[in-house]
């Protein structure tokens, strides 16, 4: 019976051991290797988003703020984040009065938004006067002019007697909201491709024309309305 008691207790204490061992290695040891594992993991992402920072600090640092203001300025002229009435009113009348064109009314409408690029839009509607030969050329000087344009709709009378002709247009002048975000502060910084730099190298050329269009109202009525 000793021997039996002493067989036993020889059998069961390897159990207990691996037991043990097994209880200490899912409770203590698998812990600390999984969070070592994950600090580890946590100190990697933190290292590279540091990495991305410096980079980004080092190109920001780079750029000229004034050359920076300039290149939005250019951008703003042309596509504008807002309804600009009275730049697109100037450059209408310009090129116009340039070809021989008279405008006997003018109005202002909505029209609308396009969903896949995100434009939005007003229309001007004109009734002009002037020289039927030089319509097609009024009409590509207004889709390529110092601010995004379109033709929406023409209707023509022309007179083959005189040569002259009255039309109806319809023009569009798109502008956009500006993007309210700008992405996270550690995302890579985004560069200019070449292609959109000779973009801005040409509306740096259409710039002065648009500040040169735009319709300055003198004072209405009596300064004084008493006399």
Known sequence: MMIFYQAHKLYIFPVVVAASSLILIIFVIYPQISSLLSNQKTQDETLGKISVLEAKAQALESYDPADLNLRV???????PAEKDFMTA???????????????????????GSNK??????????LDITGPEAMLNKLLKDIE???????????EVNSSRQ??????ALVVDVLFAQAPSGFGSIDSPLPELSSKEQEIIQKLARFSSTAAQSVVKFGPRGKENPFE
């Open 73 to 79: 300025s250019y951008a703003l002229n042309v596509y």
């Open 89 to 111: 009113i100037g450059i209408l009348q310009k090129l116009t009065s340039k070809l021989g064109f008279e405008i006997s009314s003018l109005a202002l409408g909505s029209a």
């Open 116 to 125: 896949l690029t995100n434009a939005q839009s007003f229309n001007i509607k």
């Open 144 to 154: 390529s002019s110092p601010r995004l344009m379109r033709i929406n709709s023409l």
């Open 162 to 167: 005189t040569g002259a002709g009255a039309a």
